[in-house]
């Protein structure tokens, strides 16, 4: 089994910037993909970003350019930068991490972390 904590999320004013992290244990296989995730209030969960094992990053065009994901293998967490934050990034921001074992996957949830941009 999987646990995911997330931490970093607040309220921050326009044009501020917030550092979440997530933060993964257990049978935590090497093949992995982390990302991060979002949902705001009344719309459907949407992708922010993700990072392979290897560092391979792909983020959604709504965020390029103001969002860095990486992540410490060692440590088995990922991170979220989000510079020049508006009020429409507020959501709840998920965690999620897929472990691959041979032909199968497995997706696990953080619990989230709520970020409120003020303007």
């Known amino acids: 089994q999987v646990q995911l904590v997330e931490s970093g999320g607040g309220l921050v004013q326009a044009g501020g910037s917030l550092r979440l992290s997530c933060a993964a244990s257990?049978?935590?296989?090497?093949?992995?993909?982390m990302g991060w995730y979002r949902q705001a209030p009344g719309k459907q969960r949407e992708l922010v970003a993700t990072?392979?094992?290897?560092?391979?990053?792909n983020y959604a065009d709504s965020v390029k350019g103001r969002n860095t994901i990486s992540r410490d293998n060692a440590k088995n967490t990922v991170y979220l930068q989000i510079n020049s934050l508006k009020p429409e990034d507020t959501a709840v921001y998920y965690c999620?991490?897929?472990?691959?074992?041979?032909?199968?996957?497995?997706?696990?949830w953080g619990q989230g972390t709520q970020v409120t941009v003020s303007s």
């Open positions: 999620k991490v897929t472990i691959y074992r041979g032909l199968t996957s497995n997706d696990y």
């Open positions: 257990g049978s935590i296989f090497s093949n992995n993909v």
């Open positions: 990072i392979t094992s290897g560092g391979l990053t």
